[in-house]
């Protein structure tokens, strides 16, 4: 039976804070939960209401499963419907990255994104054109956020985030920086070539003026209609399916 300072404590990783200093976070839904068991993080827990029962077989025999009541998991989960499945799954340590982990392919850069929307669709986007890595200023949204999590739709267990000071990390890796900026290159009409940084922007002010600086081919995606401007994570999926894209023609 869970109690009651177990249920405040998965609560309380809705909060940054509190994810930061429990080096936890929460997964919801079975198939999301599926994928983190299924890749190298390390699930400590999956909580489970009596009507997800007859789909747990589907998870690994040594999965550490305990059943709870739907009114204790809605006390637990963030959704505004809960999925029947949450799990708590440890934070990994970060990783030191450096350019032999991102020679001879291409590497999204994230400058300031805050919603978790978008980073939740950037990372599900990065899983799909089959990019691994993805760097991330220190102030973009926190991947594991709760609603970061459920928009990957379990892609997040198979694409490595790293947080950084990009202005002191791009400089030493040596590699060409492709910046998503206006009256730069036409991206239908640009050869990027077999590797580089595809640097976005944050959502209302792009890429800051001390990051642009480090932007060797301003790219464009030209505008045809009146709409102001595009939804970063439309913006990357565009950019990640023009490259990516030419390795499978």
């Known amino acids: ?3 009651k300072s177990q249920i405040s404590l998965i609560r309380s990783l809705q909060q940054k804070k509190f994810r930061k200093e429990h080096r936890l976070f929460v997964a919801e839904g079975l198939k999301t939960v599926s994928e983190f068991i299924n890749s190298g993080y390390s699930v400590k827990t999956v909580y489970h209401t009596p009507s997800a ?5 589907k998870l690994p025999y040594n999965t550490d499963l305990e059943p709870i009541t739907a009114a204790e998991l ?13 799990a708590v799954i440890s934070i990994p340590a970060p990783r030191t990255l450096n350019n032999t982990d991102l020679q001879k392919k291409f590497t999204l850069v994230l400058d300031g994104v805050q919603d978790p929307g978008n980073l939740g669709t950037i990372i599900r986007t990065a899983d799909w054109f089959g990019i691994q890595n ?10 594991y956020n709760p609603k970061v999590v459920q928009a990957t739709m379990g892609s ?22 492709f910046g998503a900026l206006l009256n730069g290159e036409n991206i239908y009409k640009t050869d990027f070539g077999n590797e580089g940084l595809i640097l976005m922007g944050n959502e209302g002010n792009g890429i800051r003026p001390d990051i642009q600086a480090l932007v060797d081919r301003a790219i464009t995606i030209p505008r045809i209609g009146q709409a102001e401007s595009l939804n970063v994570a439309i ?12 390795k499978v023609q």
Request: hydrophobic content about 40%.
């Open 74 to 86: 809605e006390k637990m989960s963030g959704l505004t419907t809960p999925q029947e499945v949450l």
């Open 134 to 143: 993805i760097i991330c200023s220190e102030d973009t949204v926190d991947a």
């Open 1 to 3: 039976m869970i109690s």
């Open 53 to 57: 029962s007859a789909n747990l077989n």
């Open 235 to 246: 913006a990357t999926a565009l950019f990640c399916s023009e490259i990516c894209g030419k």
């Open 156 to 177: 997040l267990a198979r694409t490595n985030i790293h947080y950084t000071d990009l202005a002191e990390l791009l400089p030493k890796l040596g590699m060409p920086v």
